[in-house]
């Protein structure tokens, strides 16, 4: 049994900062004029996906060794001498000094992530009924730009203005390493999607999204399922997820057996 310990959120924010990372790297490849980059400062990922990315900003900071002024001076830069906001996602089990010297430099709270896990066997089976009309599947080569079409067209509503921004960042997504993308179809339309990463032996999902003609019928809970099937298929022992604290993703989550191990903090800078 996995705990919600200190080693499990090395591995769980590991997982997620690779995901990411592995994005960001997708993005200077196919974009190289976008200015895209990455590295590891104490161990951290510090990520510039662009000004509007949520990508843009530090994943496990505090957590793999301590953190100091120089540490995050050179963290600082790295974001400021690109225009970006500096922005970190803190772990309630990162090294206690670090939230003090947050305080000192200017940083302030800015909103609260549930971070999701439940361990996953061989002969994984799911814990709700799926409607028998919704066929999930994972795309097929050539199908990124309908997979982000979709995932755009849902993300639209909860974010308005930045259609052309998330139908980019879903292609980059469906296409980066690690990258196993999700669809869910009603009567043979694709109403929405969902993403899975596998490094090792963990599973990242992310990238849920209902086009809004689709929703209330079933399709994330019934992607959820298909997600974690084939993530123990492929030797997964733990899945991890985030959301919103209290959201419908949270509750999908927990009929298939997740449970909170964690709320993270995203602190910025000067905001």
Known sequence: MRYADHALAQLLERTEAQTNAAIVTARAQRQPGSGAAWRTVAGAYVLFDGLESPLTQTFGL???????????????????????????????????????????????PLE??????????????????????????????????????TAAAGWSTEMPGLDDFMLDFGQLSALSAGSEPFVAELHGQVIATGGLFVYDDAALLAGASTV???????????????????AAAQGCTVALMGALPGSQSQRNAETQGFRV?????KWALGR
Do not use: C, K
């Open 62 to 108: 505090g957590l793999f060794g301590p953190v100091g002024a120089a540490e995050l001076t050179e963290i600082e830069q790295f974001f400021l001498e690109r225009g970006a906001p500096v922005m970190h996602e803190i772990s309630p089990l990162a090294d206690a000094a670090l939230l003090p010297l947050l305080a000192e430099r200017g940083y302030h």
């Open 212 to 230: 809004p003609a689709g929703r209330r019928q079933g399709a994330q809970l019934a992607l959820l399922e298909a997600r974690l099937r084939y």
């Open 112 to 149: 609260y992530t549930n971070v999701l896990y439940r361990e996953l066997t061989a002969d994984y089976r799911p814990a709700a009924q799926v409607r028998p009309e919704l066929r999930t599947r994972r795309i097929q080569p050539g199908e990124e730009l309908l997979w982000a079409q």
């Open 261 to 265: 191990a964690y709320t993270r903090t």
